[in-house]
């Protein structure tokens, strides 16, 4: 697949968000972190689900407009208000005023505006490239981008977070502001002719109108698997900033890792996290595509529960290991779930979906992420009750309830598809 053949929207927005995610990637893994110490565990667990409950809505209402307004017109009012969450952020951390209750009403802004731009931002993709591999390939790419963003990130904001916070975040705040422009000027809508739907002239018949088409969406069996499957095994890789960096700060003592001579390298509880988190990056970045090509020979149903397989047995691995070196080999397997499904995931939302819906499908599809997000802060204040360990059986156990859930879901499918074949042969 030749990038530079693709349509002009998916390489400007390449271009845009691998500027926008190298730098949300600097700060975001040490967010949580900074809450626990400046609030408190419990305080920072419940305002981080706050956040995530509204993000819920904020994502089904995004996939609603992009629909009805288009996806574009998304996509900037959702970047515009990133920009200016991200300026809130610096000015809580200016040499003027220091407050962990701006930094995270900013962080809020951001996170909630960025449930509006994901269902809006997959649904162009769906609506540009037609053909489903290259779609899944696509989906690929962009994924590996942010994985690129996410090995870079982490070790530069490893270092700047903690030593140079104010800078980090001025910078970032100017490249927020130009990528929101970016999309403004350079982005062309695409939502497909005769798409929109009808626009209200309310808030009350809006609502009204949004609650009617999910309660469509949601009686599609399938897609309501598809979509609780996700919420339970989403409970892994949210712990990523939040209980796995905690656990590492809390639990895992400073080590060497490895000594040649007078040279030995060592890690602390900081730097692991960060090199985790990169590692995870790395692999993604390296392995995505060519992984996704392979994949794509196998069917859907196995590639699900292989995946939600390899992440409860690395959330087993998470908490039950004080060495760096177990770290590393749990986020290798955890990254090996995380490339299987990375492509499928949206082509299949993308298949199922019909064409002037497809917005509120990404979206509903979104509430995998949104409301996996909501819960996940729940982690921080019981890992304190439990212990850390109990925490990840917990964490593990869903994952495994999620590869059920999606047993269930293909044998639906299977089950439709035999009886539509029937219908056919009837007529």
């Known amino acids: ?39 408190g565990k419990v305080t920072a667990g419940v305002l981080l ?74 649904a162009m993709v769906a609506d540009t490239v037609k053909d489903e591999n290259e779609r899944n390939l696509v989906f690929a790419v962009f994924y590996t981008m942010i994985n690129v963003n996410v090995v870079i990130g982490p070790i530069i904001g490893g270092v700047l977070f903690f030593k140079a916070r104010f800078e980090l975040f001025l910078v970032s705040s100017f490249i927020f502001v130009l990528v929101s422009f970016m999309i403004l000027f ?40 598809f979509v609780a499957a996700g919420i339970l095994i989403s409970q892994t890789f949210t712990q990523l900033d939040l209980l796995l960096a905690v656990y590492i700060k809390e639990s895992i003592p400073a080590q060497t890792l490895f000594s040649i001579g007078d ?17 995870n990056g790395l692999i993604v970045a390296i392995l995505t595509v060519f992984i996704t090509k392979f994949v794509n020979k196998f069917n859907e149903r196995l590639l ?41 995931q949206n082509a299949f939302i993308a298949k199922i979906a019909p064409e002037n819906q497809r917005g509120q499908y990404f979206a509903a599809a979104g509430l995998r992420w949104s409301i996996g997000r909501t819960l996940a802060p729940l982690t921080i204040p019981i890992a304190g009750l439990i212990g850390y360990e109990w925490t990840f059986i917990i964490i593990s156990l869903l994952a495994l309830s999620g590869a059920y859930l999606f047993e269930i879901m293909f044998k639906e499918m299977k089950f439709k598809s035999e009886n539509k074949q029937n219908e056919m042969k009837v007529v």
């Open 186 to 225: 350079l982005i062309k809508e695409t939502l497909p002719e005769g798409s929109k739907n009808e626009k209200e002239t309310s808030v009350a018949k809006v609502l009204i109108s949004q609650i009617k088409n999910y309660r469509v969406i949601f009686t599609d069996k399938i897609f309501f698997l």
């Open 49 to 122: 689900m706050c956040s995530q409950s509204v993000g819920v809505f904020a994502s089904l209402l995004g996939g609603y407009l992009a629909d009805t307004y288009g996806r574009k017109r998304m996509m900037v009012i959702a970047a515009f208000i990133q920009a200016g969450g991200m300026i809130l952020l610096t000015i809580a951390n200016s040499p003027f005023l220091t407050s962990p209750w701006l930094t995270f009403i900013g962080f809020a802004i951001i996170s909630v505006t960025g449930m509006l731009y994901s269902p809006a931002s997959s």
């Open 304 to 344: 699900f529960f292989v995946s939600s397989i390899c992440y409860a047995f690395s959330m087993l691995l998470f908490g039950f290991t004080l060495s760096a070196y177990v770290i590393f080999i749990a986020m290798a397997i955890f990254t090996l779930g995380e490339i299987l499904v990375v492509g499928v």
């Open 1 to 39: 697949m030749n990038i530079l053949k693709w349509n002009f929207n998916m390489k400007v927005r390449l271009v845009a968000e691998f500027f926008f995610g190298l730098f949300f990637w600097m700060y975001l893994p040490f967010l949580a972190i900074y809450f626990a110490e400046e609030l």
């Open 263 to 279: 040279f030995s390298l060592k890690t602390n509880s900081e730097t692991l996290f960060s090199w985790t988190i990169a590692e």
